[in-house]
């Protein structure tokens, strides 16, 4: 089989707010597009179309290592050909490395007939997060895989739970500065109130119960970090009034996406979504932050193939 | 109006493993028995015809207090005379206080014409729990009053949420030491590891969507409190040996109820439930702790009016 195929591979809001290192959710856009096929040197050989300048060496590339783990587990001496055509921005916290490495794997098991679910991928996709932070979470690499709001609710053993959702927006603004994953992980206390923590948690089964229930109100409600967003919002400048400005245009909840500095809300329709993604661009361009905004629907299918 | 309405009440389970301070559900049996009716006095009266010595001064009575802050919000001064017919035993850890408070409020509701929704009352119930343990908490009084699973989201604003459950059956036994719920909060850890603390509420979210997709196996993954568990066991004789016993006889999961010393159960059906009670009672006895086992479906209804 000589086929070649084209993947998308959605980016993807991990935290959701009160979930850390638990909850996440895809997006219909941005994404990567990469294109893959076999080839026969038994190696992985990738090409970067992209304009980010991507590490090349297998061992350093998240794509190459989530594949490379696929490959070892059925014991495959594959090689494949992968081209990135398209990249999430890397650092904008919207799971770029993520959807690489959901990429990956999602076109080997195509390629290989299936021999996994998208579930069982999440492992695998996992070791490349590993490769680019430093930490095999599945955040990210859940919903990229398998599309919707999911729950990563064990990491031993890997126990991913999809959680349905009703219609619903997402606006993410990406602000042009740096935060490095490994930074804004630093930051975090090792010991938390247990106050604070009986809050996240009520505020996490809530958001799981509202997504159930259509309850859009409830999922609003839910949405409050009282961990985590009161650390790495000092990463972020301007983070409270765009918050705020976010908010006040209707929308439902918002937070930092995964380790920022992109910033997310939830909105019950486009309409409002996109009055958000002006508000908070607007808060933006007052203090002369450049920014990408955009507004997607929740990618309820997940990595697919599109040619 | 002179109606004499006679009241259950039931036991209710907190805290359920993952959810310490806001998962609760509640019993068919054990529950409290209680009659009321209005009278002319103004105050409230007390009569105990229960073998507990319960308190009767109203101030240091759970029922009383709650009853007394629900007729304060609606400026009533009508009088009402309760008698505790049967009761829950004091410091049992199924919520024997909640019961009483939940009783007292439902039915001067139901005297007073409905004011107020059961979720209401919920609030007014808490002052009861107030009275009882120094805290007013609300994950026994929710399901008490509510029946089913409950949530309690968040506390300020007061927010409960129902969670539908499957057909589930608890195994509830009450070894015969004393465990002061005062004693078992001091022992509380104010701080807890982050790290343990996402364990935690990756189950309770775990949880809710197990009970929300009648998956008992994730249900069962989801039944585990790495947090308040590892504790309080210290308090309660052969825990673990009781806990281990009921999981090898098919229990989907084991924890303590409340504050204990109760440990409960939940299995997936009746046979499985009296079968985990044998077991867990078997253990006790080995080690002649005196014991006392229950089994109960799920209560979906909550505290309601029996003649």
């Avoid at 126990?159 to 042009?176: G, K, M």
Wanted: proline share 6%; aromatic share 6%.
């Amino acid at each position: 089989m000589s086929k070649k195929i084209k993947i998308f591979s959605p980016a993807t809001v991990a935290n959701v707010a009160c979930g850390f290192d638990v909850m996440g959710f895809a997006l219909n856009s941005p994404g990567d597009e990469v294109s893959m096929e076999k080839n026969a040197s038994g190696k992985i050989i990738l090409q970067d179309d992209t304009p980010y300048g991507l590490p090349l060496e297998p061992e350093k590339n998240a794509t190459a290592v989530a594949l490379q783990s696929m490959l070892d587990a059925i014991r495959s001496r594959q090689g494949f050909t992968v081209t990135f055509l398209k990249k999430i921005m890397p650092g904008s916290g919207v799971g770029s490395s993520a959807a690489s490495s959901a990429a990956g794997v999602f076109g080997a098991n195509e390629l290989l007939g299936r021999p996994y679910t998208r579930k069982e991928l999440v492992q695998f996709a996992m070791q490349g997060e590993k490769a680019a932070s430093g930490s095999a979470h599945a955040d990210n690499v859940a919903p990229a895989l398998m599309g919707g709001f999911t729950l990563v609710r064990s990491y031993s053993p890997l126990d991913v739970i999809p959680v349905p959702s009703p219609e619903i927006y997402a606006t993410v603004i990406h602000p042009q500065i740096e935060v490095r994953t490994s930074d804004s992980r630093k930051i975090l206390r090792q010991e938390v109130p247990i106050k604070k923590a009986v809050e996240q948690w009520g505020n996490v089964a809530g958001l799981v119960a509202g997504l159930f229930t259509n309850d859009y109100d409830l999922i609003g409600r839910s949405l409050h970090d009282v961990i985590v967003e009161p650390v790495r919002a000092l990463l972020i400048p301007e983070f409270y009034t765009i918050k705020q400005a976010a908010l006040d245009a209707g929308a439902l909840g918002c937070s930092i996406s995964g380790s920022g500095p992109s910033i997310f809300a939830l909105s019950r329709n486009e309409k409002i979504a996109q009055k958000v993604a002006q508000a908070m661009q607007d808060g933006f361009n007052k203090v002369g932050i450049e920014n990408h905004v955009f507004v997607s629907q929740i990618n309820k299918e997940g990595v697919r193939i599109v040619g």
